[in-house]
């Protein structure tokens, strides 16, 4: 498919949680396409619906009403052509670096010479090959959030999803991360759709930034991010006057859509 054509179609989308006889109506009316290849980033207030529409493109969750599409094809259960990465990143402690990133490859492949091929390029892509042996507790938390990354990206799939995964960095860690991630995004061509709450990680990452409304969840503003790639190159102090005016343009909207929510004129 072109780099360009729409990759992921969401159309008239709601979800309701119904808990005994409670129901928290969590995303309203949600249509968004997003493109092959692009990098989207989605942004909002706090329990507004982010990882739930996260989880319905992924397909854990069940949607109430709407329709979710990749390739065409409607969503309804996971798939290995959608990598997730959450902040919590899951890997597995009881496991080395290498076996996490191999773990979802020896479920599909029994080649284990293309395995380790596949796992030594990708941690070396991430400067991890001499960290291969280590277990997950020996890492720091900008090696493990790597190790989720390319555990994602060894897989091949066709769409990443990551919710929020370098939110408990620390803010340089969080910047060199960011830059590996633009770059790896580059060289495989990946769709990726991306939250957060960092409005500087979002304008440095983004071809397109999503910001949602206060809970039922909608889009109340999608921006094209202008500004020239890679981005690590260009803004490497993310200091120029053009990056800091559309970061200032972003926040202008999430502090509209904040005030409106305890009611401030
Ligand atoms: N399994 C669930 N059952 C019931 N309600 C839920 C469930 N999951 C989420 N919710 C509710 O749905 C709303 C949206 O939650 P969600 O986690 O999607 O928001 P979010 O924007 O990702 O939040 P945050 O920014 O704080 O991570 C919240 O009110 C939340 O309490």
């Known amino acids: 498919m072109e780099k360009g054509s729409p990759k992921i179609e969401i159309s008239d989308l709601d979800k309701v949680y119904r808990q005994a006889e409670e129901e928290t ?11 092959e290849g692009e990098f989207f980033s989605i942004i909002g207030p706090s329990g507004c619906g982010k990882s739930t529409l996260l989880h319905i493109i992924a ?29 919590e990143l899951g890997l597995f402690p009881w496991m080395t670096v290498k076996e996490n990133v191999a773990y979802g490859l020896k479920l599909s492949n029994n080649d284990k010479k293309e395995i380790k091929r596949t ?14 042996d280590s277990f997950i507790h020996q890492l720091s938390g900008g090696m493990k959030a790597r190790v989720a990354l390319v555990r994602s ?8 999803l990551m919710d929020e995964p370098f939110g408990g960095l620390d803010e340089i860690t969080k910047e060199i991360l960011q830059e590996e991630l633009e770059r790896l995004w580059e060289d495989t061509e990946k ?19 999503g910001v949602m409304t206060n809970r039922p969840g909608s889009f109340r503003d999608i921006s094209e991010v202008n500004l020239e790639r890679p981005r690590r190159d260009k803004y490497p102090d993310r200091s120029k006057e053009e990056f800091i005016r559309f970061k200032k343009d972003i926040g202008s909207i999430l ?5 409106q929510s305890m009611n401030i004129a």
Request: hydrophobic letters at 40%; charged letters at 30%; aromatic letters at 6%.
């Open 59 to 87: 397909g854990l969750v069940d949607k109430t009403n709407g329709e979710v599409k990749q390739d065409g094809e409607p969503i309804n259960k996971p798939s290995a052509e959608r990598g997730v990465v959450f902040q």
């Open 191 to 209: 769709t990726i759709i991306f939250i957060t709450h960092d409005i500087e990680e979002a304008t440095f990452l983004s071809d397109r930034i």
């Open 255 to 259: 502090k509209e859509e904040g005030k």
């Open 153 to 160: 990206l060894a897989n091949d799939p066709k769409v990443l």
């Open 25 to 35: 109506v969590a995303l309203r009316d949600v249509s968004l396409d997003i493109k």
């Open 119 to 132: 796992v030594n390029n990708y941690l070396s892509a991430v400067g991890l090959e001499k960290f291969k």
